[in-house]
């Protein structure tokens, strides 16, 4: 495995599953993988256990505003979840992540600065993590 840094980051869309084009100029992104935790401690335990329920994932992210990519407002003003795929660095590793979300965007247009947009995205179901694209 090797290090890398993020600035061959990809953040792309499929319509079909399998082809992906990208979804905008994107800064970064966030990966959250999180799982629902039960408490399960008894008083005779000399410590607090914990039983694990549903999983969850979610992906933040920051774009450059460009009104000739749309993808993110077409995502987010859908009526239907998206496949998105996530990937670190596209010049050093195949590593992804993909899975349908829901998206929903945010932007900021300073009068000093580069208009910028956040993305939130949440999952549909599996997200799965892979070593090829």
Do not use: H
Not at 17 to 40: E, P, Q, V
Not at 87 to 96: C, E, F, G, H
């Amino acid at each position: 495995m090797a290090r890398m840094s993020g600035a061959d980051l990809a953040v792309q869309i499929s319509t079909d599953g399998t082809t992906f084009t990208s979804l905008g100029c994107f800064r970064r992104f966030n990966l959250n993988a999180t799982k629902d935790m039960y408490d399960s401690t008894c008083a005779s335990d000399a410590n607090k256990t914990y039983k694990p329920g549903k999983s969850d994932f979610a992906v933040n992210g920051e774009f450059v505003f460009d009104d000739a990519a749309i993808g993110v407002f077409t995502a987010a003003e859908g009526t239907s979840a998206v496949t998105l795929r996530f990937i670190p660095n596209d010049t050093v590793t195949n590593a992804n992540w993909k899975g349908s979300f829901w998206v929903d965007y945010t932007l900021d247009a300073p009068y000093d600065g580069i208009v910028t947009g956040t993305i939130n995205a949440r999952a549909d179901g599996a997200v799965t993590r892979s070593t090829t694209t």
